[in-house]
């Protein structure tokens, strides 16, 4: 069955250091692959997206993120995170119509 | 207004009461979506509606009923709730039922069922 898996309940870094949130899914053909974000008492915000093409591909807010169909994994990242980067990200899967989930990563930023 | 509207943004209800969710979309898109979202589990999506037409029903119980009189609007209505299904609930739109479309989400309802 197709799903999405990030890995990463959880991560804290510093203000000012790289950030790199994973994940990995399971589906036979190339997906559509999405990032999106969610901020305290807020709806999901898509940061980007991958449907074909350049495997590295540019969001919103600094992100970019990379396909890599041999590890199946669309890891977002971002060369040096701010303290309002602190939120809740979601990997999403699209296929036959619709889009799957993965269960959040919570960023959390030190100063 | 632009983009995906929802409320209200908090609700409180009894288990005998009834009560109506609203999301309104500005943005021309013709596939609305109905997702829960509970704590430590991830989106579920509950109904999915193509031009105007429920096309999806992921085995959600009967006490939540969706309508969507037309593209911009979608209702989902709850009645005789449970204390587990206290949760976010988001509705996002998308152009278009195909998976290649992001999806704009609103800003969700917050449901607390007493």
């Known amino acids: 069955a197709q799903s999405v898996t990030q890995p990463d309940i959880h991560i804290t870094v510093s203000e000012g250091a790289s950030l790199e949130l994973r994940c990995n899914y399971s589906?036979?053909?190339?997906?559509?692959l999405f990032w999106y974000v969610q901020s305290p008492g807020q709806g999901l915000q898509l940061l980007l997206k991958?449907?074909?093409?350049?495997?590295l591909v540019q969001g919103i807010k600094g992100f970019e993120a990379e396909f890599k169909r041999s590890q199946s994994s669309f890891n977002l990242r971002k060369p040096s995170v701010h303290w309002s980067d602190a939120a809740e990200y979601f990997c999403?899967?699209?296929?036959?119509?619709?889009?799957?989930f993965g269960q959040g990563t919570t960023l959390q930023v030190k100063p | 207004e632009t983009g995906v509207t929802q409320t209200p943004r908090h609700l409180v209800m009894g288990m005998t009461n009834k009560k109506s969710l609203k999301c309104e979309q500005h943005?021309?898109?013709?596939?609305m979506y109905w997702y829960k979202q509970s704590a430590k589990k991830p989106l579920e999506l509950m109904f999915v509606?193509?031009?105007?037409?429920?096309?999806e029903n992921n085995s959600v119980p009967s006490r939540f009923s969706p309508e969507c009189p037309n593209s911009s609007h979608l209702f989902l209505h709850l009645h005789t709730l449970q204390p587990e299904d206290s949760a976010l609930y988001l509705c996002?739109?998308?152009?278009?039922?195909?998976?290649?479309?992001?999806?704009?989400f609103g800003s969700g309802t917050r449901l607390t069922v007493v």
């Open positions: 996002a739109s998308s152009q278009g039922r195909g998976s290649n479309y992001g999806y704009t």
């Open positions: 589906y036979g053909a190339t997906p559509y």
């Open positions: 991958y449907f074909s093409g350049d495997t």
């Open positions: 999403a899967v699209g296929f036959t119509g619709k889009l799957i």
């Open positions: 943005l021309g898109h013709n596939a």
């Open positions: 509606y193509s031009l105007e037409e429920r096309v």
